[in-house]
């Protein structure tokens, strides 16, 4: 018997949710976390969160071609800012994989973790979820950073 659209869709809904249980080491003790994977939604809208301090200017002439690539186009980067998004960026893909139908963690409840835990958590955040270095710029400055 085969299943239908909607058979499926449910299906894979169900396995995103799923968490896996992880173990960090920090100050030689050992902390369980459950995590669960991002979905492509929720990446998405950590891509926004990155990028939402970058301006990018593009000349479009009237035929409403974008300008040759002799012409320069223009990046407006507050390298500050941009920082400060990533890390919101790490922050929230944190707390939704810690997330699920029965807590939810916020950015903030991230932010007070002692230093060094959001990046140890991040790392199996980017397990879990399968992430790659072309998903999000936070990713992979983090995986080049290691």
């Given at each position: 018997?085969?299943?239908?659209?909607?058979?499926?869709?449910?299906?894979?809904?169900?396995?995103?949710?799923?968490?896996?249980?992880?173990?960090?080491?920090?100050?030689?003790?050992?902390?369980?976390?459950?995590?669960?994977?991002?979905?492509?939604?929720?990446?998405?809208?950590?891509?926004?969160?990155?990028?939402?301090?970058?301006?990018?200017?593009?000349?479009?002439?009237?035929?409403?071609?974008?300008?040759?690539?002799?012409?320069?186009?223009?990046?407006?980067?507050?390298?500050?800012?941009?920082?400060?998004?990533?890390?919101?960026?790490?922050y929230?893909?944190i707390?939704?994989?810690?997330?699920?139908?029965?807590?939810?963690?916020?950015?903030?409840?991230?932010?007070?973790?002692?230093?060094?835990?959001?990046?140890?958590?991040?790392?199996?955040?980017?397990e879990?979820?399968?992430?790659?270095?072309?998903?999000?710029?936070?990713?992979?400055?983090?995986?080049?950073?290691?």
């Amino acid at each position: 018997m085969s299943t239908t659209n909607f058979e499926t869709i449910e299906q894979l809904i169900l396995g995103a949710t799923e968490s896996t249980k992880i173990t960090i080491n920090y100050k030689d003790n050992d902390y369980d976390f459950n995590l669960r994977p991002l979905t492509d939604g929720e990446l998405t809208k950590i891509r926004k969160i990155e990028y939402d301090s970058l301006n990018f200017k593009v000349k479009i002439d009237e035929d409403g071609n974008a300008g040759s690539s002799e012409q320069t186009q223009e990046a407006d980067v507050n390298t500050g800012e941009f920082t400060e998004k990533q890390t919101i960026a790490k922050y929230t893909a944190i707390a939704w994989s810690l997330s699920n139908d029965e807590i939810t963690f916020t950015t903030e409840d991230i932010e007070r973790l002692p230093k060094g835990i959001p990046n140890l958590l991040f790392e199996k955040v980017i397990e879990v979820s399968g992430l790659r270095s072309g998903d999000l710029t936070t990713v992979k400055n983090f995986l080049n950073n290691e």
